[in-house]
């Protein structure tokens, strides 16, 4: 018995390691979709958030229930009337994480690399390098359009620092208008 549970064991290692990541010379890559400035849908691969990068775009600001049905008019005269006027407003979001990458990334072949120091149970976290041998996460860094994430450890965190920085100094995306 313990021989079939080893055996089992071993046997979905190697099948786990083939789902995170592409074997060289496999197939390129394309990125199908970019739903946030810090994650992209990939095909063959499913949902990547790019490793050590935290979107810089702000969530919209919404006040009220603008998803509830409008309320009935009072036909039996025990309730209190409905307002003359309900909804929501909701203040659209910046999203220049999102716009910068979809300019960079959006249709492009790309590499995934995963990083050894970070485990990928749940999400699946990855640095991603377009065809022309650009770094994407250190690119929307190196711009100015993401923070970097320290909430776990990983192998480019000193660059990530040292490229964010750089743009905090040069007041460029994001940080243009830092001390103004």
């Known amino acids: 018995m313990?021989?079939?549970a080893i055996f089992l064991a071993l046997a979905v290692i190697p099948v786990t390691r083939a789902n995170q990541q592409p074997a060289r010379g496999a197939t390129p890559l394309t990125v199908t979709k970019v739903p946030s400035g810090d994650t992209v849908v990939?095909?063959?691969?499913?949902?990547?958030?790019l490793l050590g990068v935290r979107s810089a775009d702000?969530?919209?600001?919404?006040f009220g229930h603008g998803s509830s049905p409008a309320p009935q008019p009072n036909t039996d005269g025990q309730?209190?009337?409905p307002p003359l006027i309900s909804g929501?407003?909701?203040f659209k979001r910046e999203q220049p994480s999102r716009a910068f990458l979809q300019k960079l990334i959006l249709g492009r072949t790309v590499r995934v690399e995963y990083d050894p120091l970070v485990s990928n149970r749940g999400e699946r976290r990855a640095y991603l390098f377009l065809d022309d041998g650009r770094f994407v996460n250190a690119e929307m860094l190196?711009?100015?359009?993401?923070?970097?994430?320290l909430t776990r450890e990983f192998g480019h965190e000193v660059e990530f620092k040292r490229l964010e920085e750089d743009a905090?100094?040069?007041?460029?995306?994001?940080w243009i208008?830092?001390?103004r």
């Open 177 to 179: 208008s830092l001390g």
């Open 58 to 62: 702000v969530r919209a600001l919404r």
């Open 168 to 174: 905090r100094r040069a007041r460029i995306g994001i």
């Open 88 to 90: 929501a407003y909701n």
């Open 79 to 81: 309730r209190p009337a």
């Open 142 to 149: 190196r711009t100015g359009h993401a923070r970097v994430d």
């Open 2 to 4: 313990k021989a079939v």
């Open 42 to 49: 990939i095909s063959g691969v499913g949902r990547v958030r």
